[in-house]
């Protein structure tokens, strides 16, 4: 008899333990969650530009690692660190100009040049920090949905400034002279190929991100997230300058030194932002 009534007891705490554990696990739920991550798109600037200067579409990516706090199944504030890397491209064709100058002889003359290309080259390395709020799902496939800030910090931005084909002259009508062939050191002549590096450093950014996608528990605790994600830059990243100056080429009365070759971001009506869109993966462990 004891011993059939000690099968029942275990039978009934065996069953009310299950019971327990049932009704607690449809309450319980990781409030950590830390993420490695990875993501790679297009990036394109906006904004105003010189005349007949575009901004090419270029590759992008970025590595990091994300962390969430989830305040219960579905919510979660999210803080990361990515490093990002991208290349932004001014172009611009059979660009010319003229203006009036006197050169280092006090003597007035007409300056042109004509380039058959142009580009000026950002290489950028920056670090991201993004401060976001998720909703997902709580089926084993769901969808989520993430948006928020991001503060990016800049490591380096210089920038790379290119002429192909430059032909500059100096026409004296005092004396009917055009002078246009082998005086590169007075500012007059024809190069295949210049490059010069201005000394200019982007600011710091502000975007506001937006991410949305499909989350897949593939483990226990172990969740991959694939989603599509857009960055809009918020602020004008022009480098700060001592002094504006509008024309990307122009000349200096200064032998060996005649010829300055400008940044379109140093024009007083610069601006530099970017949005960039692409796809985003992310591998993350619940603790």
Same mark, same amino acid.
């Given at each position: 008899?004891?011993?059939?009534?000690?099968?029942?007891?275990?039978?009934?705490?065996?069953?009310?333990?299950? /019971?327990? &554990?049932? /009704?607690?696990?449809?309450?319980? =739920?990781? /409030?950590?969650?830390?993420?490695? +991550?990875?993501?790679?798109?297009?990036?394109?600037?906006?904004?105003?530009?010189?005349?007949?200067? +575009?901004?090419?579409?270029?590759?992008?990516?970025?590595?990091?690692?994300?962390?969430?706090?989830?305040?219960?199944? /579905?919510?979660?504030?999210?803080?990361?660190?990515?490093?990002?890397?991208?290349?932004?491209?001014?172009?611009?064709?059979?660009?010319?100009?003229?203006?009036?100058?006197?050169?280092?002889?006090? @003597?007035?003359?007409?300056?042109?040049?004509?380039?058959?290309?142009?580009?000026? @080259?950002? %290489? !950028?390395? &920056?670090? *991201?920090?993004?401060?976001?709020?998720?909703? !997902?799902?709580?089926?084993?496939?769901?969808?989520?949905?993430?948006?928020?800030? @991001?503060?990016?910090?800049?490591?380096?931005?210089?920038?790379?400034?290119?002429?192909? *084909?430059?032909?500059?002259?100096?026409?004296?009508?005092?004396?009917?002279?055009?002078?246009?062939?082998?005086?590169?050191?007075?500012? =007059?002549? =024809?190069?295949? $190929? !210049?490059?010069?590096?201005?000394?200019?450093?982007?600011?710091?950014?502000?975007?506001?991100?937006?991410? !949305?996608?499909? $989350?897949?528990?593939?483990?226990? *605790? &172990?969740?991959?997230?694939?989603?599509?994600?857009?960055?809009?830059?918020? *602020?004008?990243?022009?480098? +700060?300058?001592?002094?504006?100056?509008?024309?990307?080429?122009?000349? %200096?009365?200064?032998?060996?030194?005649?010829?300055?070759?400008?940044?379109?971001?140093?024009?007083?009506?610069?601006? =530099?932002?970017?949005?960039?869109?692409?796809?985003?993966?992310?591998?993350?462990?619940?603790?």
């Amino acid at each position: 008899m004891k011993k059939y009534i000690g099968i029942l007891t275990l039978g009934l705490l065996v069953g009310g333990y299950q /019971q327990v &554990q049932a /009704q607690y696990s449809r309450h319980y =739920f990781n /409030q950590h969650e830390v993420a490695v +991550s990875v993501k790679a798109g297009m990036l394109q600037n906006y904004g105003s530009l010189p005349s007949q200067i +575009s901004s090419d579409l270029k590759f992008n990516t970025a590595i990091g690692l994300q962390y969430d706090y989830y305040l219960s199944r /579905q919510w979660s504030l999210g803080i990361g660190a990515q490093y990002a890397m991208y290349t932004t491209d001014f172009t611009g064709s059979n660009l010319t100009g003229q203006s009036e100058e006197i050169d280092s002889d006090n @003597q007035k003359f007409i300056f042109s040049y004509d380039g058959k290309t142009f580009k000026e @080259q950002w %290489k !950028v390395n &920056q670090v *991201n920090i993004p401060l976001t709020v998720q909703y !997902v799902g709580e089926a084993e496939t769901a969808i989520y949905v993430r948006t928020g800030v @991001q503060f990016s910090l800049m490591m380096s931005s210089k920038p790379t400034v290119t002429w192909n *084909n430059l032909q500059t002259s100096g026409y004296f009508p005092a004396y009917n002279l055009l002078l246009d062939e082998a005086l590169l050191y007075a500012g =007059f002549g =024809f190069q295949e $190929k !210049v490059e010069h590096k201005p000394d200019l450093e982007l600011k710091d950014r502000w975007a506001w991100i937006a991410e !949305v996608g499909v $989350k897949h528990n593939i483990s226990e *605790n &172990q969740n991959l997230y694939v989603g599509l994600y857009f960055d809009l830059g918020l *602020n004008n990243q022009k480098p +700060s300058i001592n002094e504006t100056k509008e024309r990307i080429l122009v000349y %200096k009365p200064e032998l060996d030194n005649a010829l300055e070759y400008n940044s379109i971001q140093e024009s007083s009506k610069a601006v =530099f932002k970017n949005y960039s869109f692409g796809i985003q993966l992310r591998y993350a462990i619940g603790l």
